[in-house]
């Protein structure tokens, strides 16, 4: 059984924090050397310093980023930067947002979710972790014992009743919090009211929850209540370890976008005798009309490989020299048996297995592992800019992929399988620092 409980959020302070947008960031894991710099002086407030702090050469054991957080945690609690609300909460989150000329808004609530070990099944993976993320993670959550960031999950609601609840709870309120930035918009309610929140704990209580970001997150959750308890006696397993902030969303939620992650290659030789290749196994067609030349080529590729990807596999191929192709796999599970019989079921109609198994390792005969491990491929979520590197001779081919649909990440899931690392995008990230989940509360 799911097992979610409200609590006393650690949040930001109107009087003190004059501009809610200037202090949120994203989460860790997306925040290049470049965008830390420059959240770092977006504010002296901002999360970034205890979500992910700046490194310093003159670094020691008693002076380091985990250190500086854990101290700056404790400056900003006691002049009153952040403070707990005065009773336990459910909080509703919306953020809203714009990707393709579209508007989003995807709806989150953000609780206590307790922690459970995959193999009960009550929260299921769908991708592996890596081990440093999880030691940097796990540091920082022995220094501050806050979770700063949630984990993002989602939940079947078929029928709409969490959704609807949610719905009559915020209509018609003011919100406790807006963080108005220049892509997206953060609006927070809290939901204190005893009777609903019961009902919320009961409605959720047979759900399963899948995550889709923050998997690093909750696996050095977890290991921190392994920790906890292996040095404690008794452990009663109501101590604020064995909980996690988590942020569910419904796996209806229009605004539940997954974005595809595309993949860019090395390749020995980068010529026709590679299209020859894939001509063996897969429809390869040039797109060559007068009307997707130019600038404009990229995006009719998209719309076709979105189009085909209805009734196969389908891959844009970029290729030096501003030339595109249509890939098409019209069975791309017997191809993908062809190759590997003992793949699970639940990969083979996956596009990113088609790829990676099919077309990298097997037809192309190229290390499919990430570059920085030794391999070939590198990872890109901006299709233009995946075009924009094979154009300016950074890599041999880019392959652009259909997003993976939400019903097939639960089906893996469910099967107990996993898929590729940077399979899936799903987008935004939920914000760090709305809501603070301080353990020691």
């Not at 019961?198 to 977890?222: C, K, M, N």
């Not at 229009?254 to 860019?264: Q, Y």
């Not at 980068?270 to 020859?276: F, G, K, M």
Request: hydrophobic residues 40%; aromatic residues 8%; proline residues 6%.
């Amino acid at each position: 059984m799911t097992e979610i409980r409200p609590f006393r959020g650690l949040r930001y302070q109107a009087g003190q924090v004059d501009d809610l947008a200037r202090v949120i960031a994203p989460p860790f894991d997306v925040i290049s050397p470049d965008e830390q710099r420059a959240l770092h002086a977006r504010s002296p407030h901002n999360i970034v310093r205890l979500e992910y702090g700046e490194t310093h050469d003159e670094d020691n054991e008693a002076n380091n980023r985990y250190t500086r957080a854990a101290a700056t945690l404790a400056e900003w609690s006691a002049s009153g930067v952040l403070a707990q609300d005065d009773r336990p909460a459910f909080y509703i989150y919306d953020q809203e947002f714009e990707h393709d000329a579209r508007h989003y808004c995807r709806r989150a609530l953000l609780t206590r979710v307790r922690l459970e070990d995959w193999a009960k099944g009550t929260i299921r993976p769908h991708e592996n972790t890596m081990a440093p993320p999880k030691e940097d993670r796990l540091r920082l959550l022995r220094a501050c014992r806050a979770n700063f960031s949630p984990v993002l999950t989602f939940y079947r609601d078929p029928q709409g009743a969490v959704t609807s609840a949610l719905q009559e709870t915020t209509s018609g309120h003011n919100p406790l919090a807006v963080a108005e930035g220049a892509t997206e918009r953060h609006t927070l309610w809290s939901l204190s009211e005893e009777k609903a929140q019961r009902w919320l704990q009961q409605q959720l209580a047979p759900a399963t929850l899948y995550i889709a970001d923050g998997h690093h997150r909750y696996e050095t959750a977890l290991a921190y209540r392994d920790e906890r308890q292996a040095a404690a006696a008794p452990w009663t397993g109501q101590e604020p370890e064995n909980f996690v902030l988590a942020g569910l969303t419904a796996a209806e939620d229009p605004g539940l976008l997954i974005l595809p992650i595309h993949r860019l290659v090395h390749l020995p030789r980068a010529d026709d005798s590679v299209l020859e290749r894939l001509r063996q196994y897969l429809a390869v067609e040039e797109v060559t009309s007068a009307q997707t030349q130019g600038e404009a080529a990229p995006h009719r590729l998209l719309e076709l490989i979105a189009e085909r990807g209805r009734s196969g596999s389908a891959f844009g191929l970029c290729w030096p020299g501003k030339r595109f192709f249509l890939l098409t796999a019209e069975d791309p599970q017997g191809l993908v048996a062809h190759f590997y019989s003992e793949c699970p079921v639940q990969w083979r109609d996956l596009d990113v297995i088609v790829l990676e198994i099919a077309l990298l390792e097997n037809i192309l005969g190229i290390d499919r592992r990430p570059v920085q491990e030794g391999g070939t491929v590198a990872i890109e979520p901006e299709a233009l800019e995946a075009c924009r590197q094979v154009q300016a001779g950074h890599y041999s081919a880019a392959f652009l992929l259909n997003p993976v649909p939400v019903e097939k990440v639960m089906d893996v899931a469910d099967a107990g399988q996993r898929m590729p690392r940077k399979s899936t995008f799903f987008y935004p990230k939920l914000a760090a620092g709305l809501v603070i989940n301080r353990l020691d509360d």
